[in-house]
């Protein structure tokens, strides 16, 4: 079958491309054309063509130039420059073919030759003599060379501080306050629903650094399958992971909610530079997608006037993987520690 | 008349200074040999001049600060009101208020586009007529990292409006470089100083790579890439009276070098062209970035989207010893890829000469069919890169025709590797199939006649 | 000249849109939500008015085989409806996204199937079960560059930055460029199929008219450079570079230079 498939195919293509071209006479002739050839136009209309192209190539150039201090408006620029420019280039295209003389012509290569390599070798050993302790002279340039180069090489290391821990320190400490990354308001618990997604940051820090987006949501509370040792890290159903995804560091700022669990996909964090997927319900466990790592956990509480505070510092490096990250616990360590997926309500 | 002969006869004039007559008549008389697609490389070059001349312009107006903030306050309404960098804030004024800013801005950016669309049609022409071949591996290595260099060229330039997309891709590459096994936290800490966004150095560095240290790079590539083809003379076609020790075709004066001219200016008014007619990476609407901002299906350029699929594509694979993360998993899509990729072409024609135990220099071209195992060879190998490219942008291909998203990552995980196969056994079985029949649709090889016979099979008839 | 008409016009269906939202609302509010049916029973009470009794059939007629006689849902077919409120029921019906043939498709954007009365007479009738109103933006009183602002941080990552729709994983994200500023306050405050909710608390009636304002502006953006090519960024761009500027370079070089070689 697939065999007379591609027969089918190629009997197709074959014919298809020998019909393209008219036959013509064999190569074996090559040494009966006269060889260099020279012709000489004499082809007055494209003369004309030409000097046309070029005068008005030139005046819309002069145009152009008129339009930058007059009206420069995008599109009408730079459809007067480049009709300038293609008028000018097609006649130059045209000369080429119809106004100078048409010439063949035969170049003969000079490929190297061994008697030049020969005497190149012995002007270069020749420069050599006279020396008697020359493996002592080798070896200190060697050393000089490797000196000089270190000396140029390690400079760059001055370009950085070592990075050291620093995906793993973070701004947040118990008691830290949510804020809306926008607005700077603290999250209260009233703000979000079930279902809601809130950017956050700790309250007072810098936004540049990528420890501290946190996205907030919240969910079921008798929905929520995280790991004993974080039962109370979600309180009321409100659940706070790192916005950094871990596998490239986009902001993962993406939250499906199904209306209606039995008929889509159930709630996750997705990040939108490569669509990988992070169950909210299971302590952002990846789902789908290159991320390897889950999201760092925020620990959360409710502070005495119903604002978002966190309980503790997340709970691994933010952010992308590196030799020195921590990994984020549970699942990346211990899957087992896990309830079955079987226990999600979509599933 | 007071005039000196000097001034009447300007080539005596420079001739006596430079002394240089009889080098310039001998390059008045190179030779070109002819075919279109000897000009895939020269589009490339004029790009390239393009991109130097319109980004010396930009360079004026441009700056890379991205401390401090500032308010917005100009032409766009969007954005009123919004707190910019200077570098982001340079951008825009670029786009608005400098005289044919956005035009030349634009025209930069495809200019950048159709470079690397030029580079890659000239390396697969160079590939498939086997003009690598001794003497020329080096010329062919240096057109290799000209790729690879304009790439990251690309990306740089990419990268400087900091804008929404370009801390988008900022992002990913810092995460890129993090991931190379065991160096990675000291790689990515070294070029970014520090974490990223951090300390914004990032921004000042790509700068002047962009505008300064990657041009020189790729000037000084350029100059060598010519300078020895030059020295070798050009490939031509086999042909009448072509032989391996000459070159036949169209001397560079006059006739060559009104058409090269030619083809400068038609590629510059087509750059010129769509930089005023069509619209590339607005950045007043993608908005500025911040950290905690991101927009569904970030793109980059072209020329990274082979990366991005690899990216995509990747199973969520990554290597852990010790409770470590020894190869993170961007590694795999966005480093060890592109290294494959650009190593294995570095090393074709070593690899290939040693297989074939072809040690000879070779100055006429083959035909692709000539050789259907190099042929069907380097067709796979861009259908693996090219697949992967398609799996970079299936995102959208879900939007527009309705696939299933994760479906298609998962076909996609299986395509780039049956593919390639397909592909390799198809196209060889084409060249094969050409060569046997003698069928010359490029060259117009000998006449074929196909007759029924009596018992209604086919034969063939050969002239 | 266009652009004023374009502005009237739109002036005007958002007034129409208004007042329809208040009638609609005030429909709701009519209609005794206080005493709960019965269970089993699928009237809101004995002086229900026409409309309600005209919705009644509709839903009878196309929604009960899903969502319930009853409207408490239907086991894998559809969600209850009690007090899934006025808003949910507009947005669905008249973004055509309701009713759907398979209960597993994601339900998209379509002509709506019902007339606009038929609708209100829908909305009415499953508003009596209770549920939030239907909300209001108004374009006219937000920013563009505020809405921009906070369409940027709550949105873009999954509608894209101008509006122009994408992809989660598991749905389809549409675009937002053809949705009426009512139906942006309602998908803002029912959270549509997989879309998040949003308070009054968290997006307030003034940050809603930002966004409805942003969202009219990115109908027709600010394509200063030239043919916008969708507004989706480096694929477009990419495919121009590739068709667009390759195939005219291809002929350029073509007749440059020599086709046989």
Known sequence: MKALARLAFLAGAVRALRRRRPPRATEDDADAVDLPRRELPNDRRAEAAVAILLVVGGLLAAGFGVLVVADPQTQLLGGVLAAALACVGAALGLASKRVVVQEVDVEERHPPRAEDEARLIEELKAGGEGISRRRVLIGAAGVACCGLAGAVVLPVTGLGPALGDAPNRTPWRRGKRLVDARTQAPLKVDDLEIGSFQSALPEGASPEDLGAPVAVVRVDPRALRLPPERRDWAPEGFVAYSQICTHAACAVTLFRYPVYEDTSKGPALVCPCHYSTFDVLRAADPIFGPAARPLAQLPLAIAADRTLVAAGPLSGSVGPSYWGVKPSSPSTHARGSLPPRGGAPWA | MGLTDDAVDPVRFVDERLGASSLARRALRYVFPEHWSFLLGEVALYSFAFLVLSGTYLAFFFSPDIEPHQTYAGPFRELVGFSVTPAYDSVLRLSSTVPAGLMVRQAHHWAALVFVVAMVAHLARTFFTAAFRKPREVIWMFGVLLLGVGVFEGFAGYSLPDDLLSGMGLGIAYSVALAVPLLGGALGALLWGGEYPGSGVIESRLYIAHVFVVPAIMALLIVLHLALVARHHHTQFPGPGRRERNTVGNPMWPGYALRSLGLMLLVFAVLVGLGGLVQINPIWQWGPYEINRATNGAQPDWYLGWLIGGLRIMPPLEIRVWGKTLVPNPFWGGALFPTVVFAYLMAHPWIESRLTRDRAPHHLLDRPRDHPWRTAFGAAFLTWVGSIFFAGSSDRLFYQVGIDYEAQVHVYRVLVVVLPIVVFVATKAVCDELRRTRAAPALGGPPTVVRRRPDNAFEELRE | ?261
């Not at chain 3, 969600?79 to 996204?97: E, H, I, K, N």
């Open chain 3, 1 to 261: 000249m266009r652009r004023t008409a374009r502005r009237a016009l739109l002036l005007l269906a958002v007034c129409c849109g208004g007042m329809a939202a208040w009638s609609a609302a005030a429909g709701g509010q009519n209609e005794p939500a206080s005493p709960p049916p019965a269970p089993g029973s699928s009237a809101p009470g004995p002086g229900a008015s026409a409309l309600v009794n005209h919705g009644r059939d509709l839903y009878a007629q196309s929604c009960a085989g899903c969502h319930g006689d009853d409207l408490r849902g239907r086991k894998g077919q559809g969600p209850p409806l009690v007090g899934a409120g006025t808003a949910a029921v507009d947005f669905y019906l008249s973004t055509g996204r309701m009713p759907i043939d398979n209960p597993t498709d994601e339900p998209v954007r379509a002509d709506p199937v019902y007339s606009r009365s038929d609708i209100d007479a829908l909305v009415a009738y499953v508003g009596a079960f209770g549920g939030p109103a239907i909300p209001a933006a108004h374009p006219e009183r937000g920013s563009v560059a505020r809405g921009k602002e906070a369409f940027t941080e709550r949105c873009a990552g999954c509608h894209q930055v101008v509006a122009r729709g994408g992809i989660v994983t598991g749905a389809f994200v549409p675009a937002l460029t053809d949705v009426t500023p009512r139906q942006l306050a309602e998908a803002v405050r029912v959270g549509p199929y997989l879309m998040p909710k949003f308070t009054e608390r968290q997006v307030g009636q003034g940050e809603l008219d930002d966004m409805a304002a942003y969202l009219r502006y990115q109908r027709n953006p600010d394509d200063r450079g030239g043919w916008g090519i969708g507004h989706l960024g480096p694929v477009p761009e990419g495919l121009v570079a590739w068709l667009l500027a390759g195939t005219l370079l291809l002929g350029v070089v073509r007749l440059l230079g020599e086709r046989a070689p």
